[in-house]
C-alpha cells in the first residue's frame, strides 16, 4: 500500500512550456486535491474532484487544468508556466468526510 | 468564504517544555479542525483533529480544544522533543459528504535539546 505517490519529485521550466504533474492513490479515495504551497501562505486549493469523471475549481485555479479519467489517478496540467507557478504542488486524497485527507510528497516547480 | 488565522509564525521552546499553537476561524459553520505536522521535504501528515461535537481530545502528549463560541481551537504539545520540530498547519472545514480544507499559515515549532 504505497498510499498517495506523485510524480516527479521535481522540475524546471521555462516560461511558456506546458507539463503534466501526476498523483496516484491505491487507496480507492473517492475524493482528490491539489494544493500549491507558498511560503507564508499555508496550503491552498487549487482543483479537486469528487469522483471519476468529475472536477471542481478551488481557490487558486486561474492556469492550471486537471482531470480523472481514473480513480486512482489526479492530473494537474500547466499549459504555459509563468514564474508565478513556482512553488510546492501537493496532492491528497480522502475516502469520505469522516475521515482525514492524505497527503503526497509533494512536487517541487520552478519556472524560469 | 472560511478563513483561518494562525500565530505564532514562528516559535522556540526548550526541550520539555510546552508548546501551544493557537488558531482562529470565521466560518460558524465549521465542522471539522485537523492539525497537521510537515517535516522538512514531506508531505503535511495529519497529527490530531477535532469535530464541533467534542470540545477536547487528546493522543498522548498532543491535544487539542475547540472553543466554538470565540471560533479558535489550540494544539497544546506537552514534555516536547527535539524530533517535535517541524511546522505545524491547523484546517478548518464546513460541511458534509465533502471536505473542503482551508488552512492556517503555518508554525514553525524548533525544540531546542
Known amino acids: 500500500n504505497a498510499g498517495v505517490t506523485q510524480t516527479p519529485k521535481f522540475r524546471v521550466l521555462k516560461t511558456g512550456q506546458s507539463m503534466t504533474l501526476l498523483c496516484a492513490q491505491d487507496?480507492?479515495?473517492?475524493?482528490m486535491y491539489w494544493y500549491r504551497q507558498d511560503p507564508g501562505m499555508g496550503l491552498r486549493l487549487i482543483h479537486y474532484s469528487v469522483g471519476e469523471g468529475t472536477t471542481a475549481k478551488g481557490e487558486v485555479p486561474d492556469g492550471y487544468n486537471v482531470s480523472r479519467l481514473k480513480k486512482q489517478n489526479f492530473l494537474l496540467g500547466l499549459e504555459s508556466a509563468a514564474p508565478s507557478q513556482t512553488s510546492v504542488y501537493f496532492c491528497?486524497?480522502?475516502?469520505?468526510?469522516?475521515?482525514?485527507?492524505?497527503f503526497g510528497p509533494g512536487t517541487r516547480l520552478t519556472v524560469l | 468564504g472560511e478563513n483561518v488565522e494562525q500565530h505564532p509564525s514562528t516559535l522556540s521552546v526548550q526541550e520539555g517544555d510546552s508548546a501551544v499553537i493557537k488558531c482562529t476561524y470565521s466560518d460558524s459553520a465549521s465542522n471539522y479542525f485537523p492539525w497537521y505536522k510537515q517535516e522538512l521535504g514531506k508531505g503535511p501528515q495529519l497529527i490530531i483533529d477535532i469535530r464541533s461535537n467534542v470540545g477536547e481530545k487528546k493522543d498522548q502528549r498532543i491535544a487539542v480544544t475547540l472553543n466554538k463560541t470565540a471560533k479558535h481551537f489550540s494544539l497544546h504539545i506537552t514534555e516536547t522533543q527535539p524530533e517535535d520540530s517541524a511546522v505545524y498547519f491547523c484546517a478548518a472545514s464546513w460541511g458534509t459528504g465533502f471536505q473542503k480544507l482551508v488552512f492556517g499559515t503555518g508554525t514553525r515549532l524548533l525544540v531546542s535539546p
Open positions: 491528497a486524497s480522502l475516502l469520505d468526510s469522516t475521515d482525514t485527507q492524505y
Open positions: 487507496m480507492n479515495h473517492e475524493y
